[in-house]
């Protein structure tokens, strides 16, 4: 790319393009070390890179305003969210300016009837359920950490709902966005589906901030269950835990979350959360629906369980109990850092079919035990999506070398068995080659060409998804 389109440093620009920034922001943009650190996407094993300034918009005007200027002076532009990213999505490797939209919090509309709701994009999933928790309705999409809105669409995130519910990319029916030189559009409308021109929607959802800042997001909304049951089942492999949950499916079981955690993952939640579970490999399961459906559907679960190994399965009934599960399955992460003192965390994903889980984990799982690996997995059985989480001694100097050789054969791995390089945390930083390797570079030129056309001087989350 010619030099002149670059993205340059912010501390490039003339003295009066600065004090023109603090006219429109004021108080509101920072240039404090303290600040920029905490917007450096330092989450995960990913070297954190600061931003030059951080610029706390609060309404969709103030992010126009700010792309514009950005444009305009080829500043890097990074929006920030919750900043719980963790393949180096937010890290300001070219400097610039972070976007914080924490402040746009605002629920716009919540409609009960057509079941959408609309909301700023610094809205958290807990913040959106606690307003809904009135109005029988629910947001189902729950990744680990409690995300912003705007953020689960730019990742395109999933969690333990997503075997029923599906993912931010099955449940965002429209997205306002601010384009790189200020336009602000609308990408689709309140309909549940539409056939009208291009999916800008979609183009948007797992763009990780590259072709468009999002400022508002419009969902759909989901029934709460008349009734809920959870439980767990411990098997005596892995395979078998993988086969019962293909069984399950293909006998129409709808689970409405239906997690695996091995052994070692296991251990790690009873030591961290307090639970008494047998150390094996152990399925997480929840069913929504009326209390004789749910019954069928346990005991059809059991008996399938039966046939393929299970060791023993108990059933949550009381809402404590069931909390106290989830709460052991969302701490995961940090249950395993809790293994080795000061441990640097790397969280890695990938999404095989679900017919070729079994193999892609246990030929992981090979891969960590030849290594002397200490690691963890745990995944979303129900859609194919599996996470490795390494807790690294920062003391050990081979650790990190070894970590990567296991991820880069997983997902080596995951792309030959039909699979992708992530099924949930996007590419960021970590998984730029992997990209290539899963499309092919005449679909990544393409994509690289969208990027051109929409962002032209590679202002927005410069450095990201595209290998250098």
């Not at 400022?215 to 049951?229: F, I, K, S, Y």
């Not at 150390?279 to 019954?295: C, M």
């Amino acid at each position: 790319m010619n030099a002149e389109l670059l993205p340059r440093p912010l501390g490039e620009a003339a003295d009066e393009a600065i004090a023109e920034l603090r006219g429109i922001f004021g108080t509101r943009i920072s240039f404090a070390e303290t600040v920029c650190e905490q917007h450096s996407g330092l989450e995960g094993h990913h070297q954190g890179a600061w931003p030059e300034a951080v610029v706390y918009a609060e309404t969709t005007q103030d992010v126009a305003k700010l792309a514009a200027w950005c444009h305009q002076r080829r500043i890097p532009l990074i929006a920030h969210g919750a900043g719980t990213s963790l393949e180096g999505n937010l890290a300001a490797v070219r400097g610039g300016i972070a976007l914080d939209l924490s402040a746009m919090a605002n629920i716009v509309e919540v409609n009960a009837d057509s079941l959408f709701c609309t909301v700023e994009a610094g809205v958290t999933r807990e913040a959106l359920n606690q307003e809904l928790r009135h109005s029988g309705l629910f947001f189902p999409i729950d990744p680990g950490a409690n995300a912003t809105l705007g953020g689960m669409s730019a990742t395109r995130a999933s969690g333990t709902n997503a075997v029923r519910y599906g993912t931010m990319r099955n449940n965002v029916l429209s997205l306002k966005v601010v384009l790189a030189d200020g336009t602000i559009i609308d990408t689709g409308t309140r309909a549940p589906k539409s056939s009208a021109g291009y999916d800008l929607t979609a183009l948007f959802v797992g763009s990780e901030g590259t072709l468009g800042i999002i400022t508002e997001v419009t969902v759909r909304l989901h029934g709460l269950p008349d009734m809920v049951v959870a439980g767990t089942c411990a098997f005596e492999s892995l395979e078998g835990a993988v086969r019962a949950v293909i069984a399950g499916l293909q006998c129409g079981i709808p689970f409405a979350r239906i997690e695996l955690l091995d052994s070692r993952q296991i251990a790690a939640c009873n030591a961290y959360s307090g639970l008494d579970l047998v150390e094996l490999p152990t399925l997480f399961f929840e069913f929504h629906g009326t209390q004789q459906s749910i019954s069928e559907q346990v005991e059809l679960f059991k008996a399938i369980g039966e046939e393929h190994g299970v060791s023993s399965l108990d059933v949550a009934d009381r809402a404590e109990d069931r909390s106290k599960l989830w709460k052991a399955r969302h701490t995961a992460y940090f249950a395993t850092k809790a293994m080795v003192p000061n441990a640097k965390m790397w969280s890695t994903d990938v999404c095989v079919p679900i017919g070729k889980l079994a193999e892609s984990i246990l030929e992981t799982q090979a891969d960590l035990a030849r290594l002397g690996v200490l690691a963890t997995i745990v995944g979303h059985v129900g859609d194919g999506n599996y996470h490795v989480l390494f807790p690294i001694d920062e003391a050990d100097p081979e650790a990190f070398g070894k970590a990567r050789t296991v991820n880069d054969r997983m997902v080596e791995r995951a792309i030959a068995l039909g699979g992708t390089c992530t099924g949930e945390h996007g590419i960021g930083l970590g998984k730029r080659t992997a990209l290539v390797l899963e499309h092919g570079s005449a679909a990544v030129s393409l994509m690289a060409s969208i990027k051109k056309v929409m962002d032209p001087h590679s202002v927005l989350n410069p450095g990201k998804i595209f290998p250098d």
